[in-house]
């Protein structure tokens, strides 16, 4: 067989590169046939994700199947150049992502009899479909998304990694299937980016879009923990999405408890330890983030450990005082021996950089510390590294967020038929959102699966729409709500304690929805850095998952025992307890001060009435209210919320939905011409 592949060195990039994120990849399906698939959109598709693997890249084409790859080179520097194949060409992958554990794997397969031509991870893709088919995954430990093309059968299969850690988008038009670790990668491809207002209406609830919707009219996420198949054989094919894993929870009384806390901060110090130290598995040297909480403190501490040497470290420092975690953050640097970078970042220089973040992120962005987080990823970018850890997944895993403390803090009173904790919900409900009638409030507690920890948050957030969105977009949303689109397990949360009910909720909505796509992954992506995750192992989940929650969450106060447990045998007591904080930065202030232009512009009623979702009076009275500070505290953040997510789908439809909004740049995909100036035909790969 004779495949027809050109490998994309690294070269000129499109008019896009503004914004630069680690491997990507991209192509196109025809379900109707063997038609043959452009060679010029396959290379714009990947010229579109340059960013994400500057290194080098390749395509791959057979009648019908069309797959490119951008890589940036962290595993196996020499090799590894994509895509790969098996033995005898049989099968063949694109793929981005890390398998932690490939080189246990790869031994296994050897033994097993499976001849390997490189030392990348990627390799070891093809070999366990051969050994296992679409079992494969449950031989997969990492943070992955790859398309897979069975060369005998005629079957192409697209996974994604468990938690979601790396993007995978797909979308069917006109007989063919697209798919692309980023959406830009669709749109250079001729996909016509158009708005969902029901995606849109996920960002004021969710503060992100965490399920199979996106803000782009078709376009849908592959699920994290799922993988789509296409058998190519049938006449019609049809995309048939698969589940491989989700997350689960012992029963309520069978949890693991025991009373010996030195032997269980032991186990758990195994688990993490060894997490730690397969994300230090790198040709290249590793780096950590470093705020001033325990999560991030524990990782770099624990780096520091594996690795027997110092990590060097990376703090945002923050220009305000309430915001700024730089002095705890030099302390354990201090302690530690890190050599720390601080990146400064005020609110003039987090509003400017802000459509640098949407375009990266591809969404509404609404967490006023994401600019941020994108500086100090460019800054681990320029000083030369490709790899950072990062403590997120700490706050899902065991209940971190204040939600959690004031759910419990509630209900700790219920005994029986006594429940003075519905009275207190419904007292908060009332002076949070008193426009949200409690048969919806009802409505969002089935749709959740009970009276989860963040339901009144989530309730309160999403009772913004009505002050800001226009009544045609409230009316076509005809009562649904995005609470009615999560997909979750409600019968086997029914036998679950109700922390570990709300633990499941956030896995499901805030770390795929805001953390890893708005946050970490995506921010980090865009500046060519690989962000690695240790609290996101599977093992690692697993062991907190079946841990007792009085481990978690003991009383109303001491959030992430069992960590901070752990976290007191490296770090200083102050440190290892220290509470929790969360990240913010004074950027939403800025929103509302009258000279700033790039507001005015984007909340201008001509703007607002060109976009068409929102009320512009709507927004001048919400934005009058916020300046004058007429509202209580709890309820005027909720407001200001509403007001920064307005602003931020502004700004994401100017960037991709034909500019004119403001002056910020926008998104321009690569033409033929930029591909051609960037391929090198002179490779081509035969088996």
């Known amino acids: 067989m004779k495949l027809s592949p050109f490998i994309l060195r690294a070269g000129s990039r499109s008019a896009f590169n503004e914004v630069l994120a680690v491997c990507g990849i991209s192509g196109v399906i025809d379900l109707y046939g063997r038609q043959d698939i452009s060679p010029m959109v396959l290379g714009r598709m990947g010229q579109a994700m340059f960013h994400r693997g500057p290194d080098e890249g390749g395509m791959f084409r057979v009648p019908g199947v069309g797959m490119v790859s951008r890589r940036l080179s962290i595993v196996d520097l020499k090799d590894g150049q994509q895509p790969i194949h098996n033995e005898d060409g049989t099968v063949t992958v694109v793929y981005n992502g890390e398998l932690f554990e490939h080189i246990e794997q790869r031994e296994k397969l050897k033994s097993l009899g499976h001849k390997f031509r490189t030392e990348c991870d990627t390799e070891i893709i093809v070999h366990l479909y051969e050994e296992y088919g679409e079992r494969m995954f449950d031989h997969m430990n990492g943070q992955f998304a790859f398309a897979l093309y069975d060369h005998r059968k005629n079957v192409v299969i697209l996974g994604r990694d468990r938690v979601g850690v790396a993007p995978l988008h797909w979308i069917c038009k006109d007989g063919k299937f697209y798919f692309a670790s980023e959406i830009k990668s669709l749109i250079a491809a001729g ?80 688990e993490f330890f060894r997490s730690v130290e397969l994300r230090l598995r790198a040709d290249v040297p590793v780096v950590s983030y470093l705020s001033g909480g325990v999560d991030s403190a524990t990782v770099l501490a624990t780096a520091t450990r594996v690795k027997g040497e110092a990590v060097p470290s990376f703090t945002i420092q923050i220009d305000s005082p309430w915001y700024d975690e730089s ?154 709500m995005p609470f009615h689109e999560l997909e979750l397990n409600h019968e086997a949360m029914k036998n679950w304690h109700p922390h570990n009910r709300s633990l499941y909720v956030g896995y499901k909505t805030i770390l795929p929805g805001l953390l890893l796509n708005h946050k970490s992954d995506r921010v980090a992506m865009a500046n060519s850095v690989e962000a690695r995750y240790p609290f996101l192992d599977e093992n690692v989940i697993q062991f907190l998952a079946a841990l007792h929650p009085r481990w978690k969450l003991k009383g109303i106060l001491q959030d992430k025992l069992v960590l901070r447990m752990m976290a007191e045998r490296m770090l200083p007591r102050e440190i290892a307890y220290q509470p929790k904080k969360m990240f913010r930065a004074p950027f939403g202030d800025t929103l509302f001060e009258p000279d700033s232009q790039l507001v005015q512009q984007l909340l201008s009623e001509e703007s607002l009435r060109k976009t068409g979702y929102f009320d512009p009076k709507k927004v001048e009275t919400a934005i009058s209210r916020c300046r004058r500070k007429v509202r209580l505290p709890w309820n005027r953040l909720f407001q200001e919320m509403g007001l920064i997510s307005v602003f931020a789908t502004q700004m994401w439809h100017h960037v991709f939905l034909g500019g004119g909004l403001c002056e910020a740049p926008t998104y321009t995909p690569p033409t033929d011409t930029d591909v051609a100036g960037s391929a090198d035909r002179s490779s081509p790969i035969s088996v």
């Open 327 to 480: 002095s705890p953050a030099r302390k354990i640097a201090m302690q530690t021996g890190s050599p720390q970078t601080f990146v400064k970042c005020n609110s003039d220089f987090l509003l400017d950089g802000y459509h640098k973040l949407v375009m990266a992120t591809e969404n509404p962005v609404v967490d006023t510390s994401c600019p941020g987080l994108y500086a100090l990823a460019g800054e681990v970018r320029r000083q030369g590294y490709k790899v950072a850890l990062t403590g997120e997944g700490s706050d899902e895993s065991m209940g971190g967020y204040p939600w959690f403390k004031l759910n419990k803090a509630m209900n700790m009173f219920d005994r029986g038929r006594f429940r003075p904790g519905v009275a207190f919900r419904r007292m908060w409900r009332h002076i949070g959102a008193p426009q949200v009638p409690w048969s919806e409030w009802a409505e969002i507690h089935s749709a959740l699966g009970g009276p989860v920890a963040q339901a009144d948050v989530y309730g309160m957030v999403s009772s913004t729409r009505r002050l800001f969105f226009d009544d045609d977009v409230l009316n076509s949303f005809g009562g649904q």
């Open 191 to 270: 996909i016509e980016p158009k708005a969902d207002v029901r995606g849109l209406d996920h960002i004021f609830t969710f503060f992100g879009v965490p399920g199979r919707r996106t803000p782009f009219a078709g376009i849908s996420a592959c699920l994290p923990g799922h993988y789509l198949k296409l058998d190519l054989n049938k006449s019609q094919t049809d995309v048939e999405d698969h589940t491989y894993w989700d997350f689960n929870f012992p029963d309520e009384g069978e949890e693991y408890n025991p009373d010996d806390a030195e032997k269980l901060t032991d186990e758990f110090q195994q």
